[in-house]
């Protein structure tokens, strides 16, 4: 008689696209070492983002190593939206789970999205930032590189993909895809979960379903932060220009006054750099909807330096 506990079971890839890092098998051995529930297994699939497939004999001597199996694709061109369909194309699972190849996951993470899937299309959860002790105090205490939703924000239009459950039913359906025009620039997951919400697709959030990225002491610095929240500036005012025109107007419209008194705050709080910060880095946003409303490039801000990841 067959096992019905085995036969009954759903499978859920967890894709991490990479690009030179070696991180990647951290994150690998953290899924691998996933608490599932019963009904639940999974597959565990890497996309190569780099020209050349670099990351195949180390995940090759991984497998030897450690006897844990891993789908190895090669989708190159450093462009993260191509490893990311590329994604969309292999899977072949109901489910699919993106995460980043400079994080690892908590042992209950998928458990966790698995649980609150309930009705929904996308589940998101935290993304945690791990500092470097040597991190300056304002960087640590606004935890600028962290991924997550603010609890009371419903409905939720957007996401990301540095911890996320999909439904593929749902993304085959619409034919949802990751632009790759933005695939080297970043936000290309902002657009692809802004779309799947316009075609009537339902975003959750679980916050316990948590995984950490170590943040290189590199981007922990006022140039990194300010330039990915203009970027971010640029991307939401491309998904409104994109979805909901009479949205993109006002946005645009309104960034000339938003980035007067978000100085005005900056300044005004300097006796408190936490708040002047954050007042910064709102202005900055708003920056980034100017220049686009001006018709300036969306900042590229991947694959273009050596050591560059193809995750976001």
């Given at each position: 008689m067959a096992d019905r506990s085995k036969t009954e079971q759903i499978e859920v890839t967890v894709c991490i696209c990479t690009f030179r890092r070696p991180s990647v098998l951290h994150a690998i051995a953290s899924v691998a070492g996933q608490k599932l529930p019963n009904e639940l297994s999974l597959r565990i699939l890497v996309i190569d983002n780099d020209d050349a497939p670099t990351s195949r004999n180390r995940i090759s001597d991984y497998y030897t190593a450690t006897g844990i199996s891993v789908d190895y694709r090669h989708a190159p061109s450093r462009n993260i939206s191509i490893a990311r369909n590329a994604a969309l194309n292999v899977a072949a699972t109901p489910w699919l789970a993106f995460m980043d190849d400079d994080e690892h996951a908590s042992a209950t993470w998928l458990a966790n999205l698995w649980a609150a899937r309930s009705g929904a299309n996308a589940v998101f959860g935290p993304s945690q930032a791990i500092y470097d002790e040597r991190a300056r105090f304002w960087i640590k205490g606004g935890d600028y590189h962290s991924n997550r939703i603010p609890e009371g924000k419903r409905?939720?239009?957007?996401?990301?993909?540095?911890?996320?459950?999909?439904?593929?039913?749902?993304?085959?359906?619409?034919?949802?895809?990751?632009?790759?025009?933005?695939?080297?620039?970043?936000?290309?997951?902002?657009?692809?979960?802004?779309?799947?919400?316009?075609n009537g697709g339902v975003l959750a959030y679980a916050p316990d379903a948590i995984v950490y990225e170590d943040v290189p002491l590199s981007r922990t610095n006022l140039r990194w932060i300010l330039i990915r929240r203009y970027r971010a500036g640029q991307v939401y005012a491309m998904m409104f220009h994109r979805f909901d025109r009479t949205t993109y107007r006002r946005v645009s419209w309104t960034a000339p006054l938003n980035v007067v008194v978000c100085a005005a705050m900056s300044v005004a709080m300097a006796f408190n750099p936490s708040r002047a910060m954050w007042w910064l880095m709102r202005g900055t946003l708003h920056c980034g909807v100017l220049s686009y409303a001006f018709g300036l490039d969306i900042h590229e801000e991947y694959g273009t330096r050596i050591g560059d990841t193809a995750g976001n």
């Open positions: 409905p939720i239009k957007t996401g990301y993909t540095s911890n996320v459950l999909m439904d593929m039913q749902f993304v085959r359906q619409h034919g949802l895809r990751f632009d790759t025009a933005l695939g080297r620039t970043g936000g290309e997951d902002t657009i692809f979960f802004h779309a799947m919400y316009r």
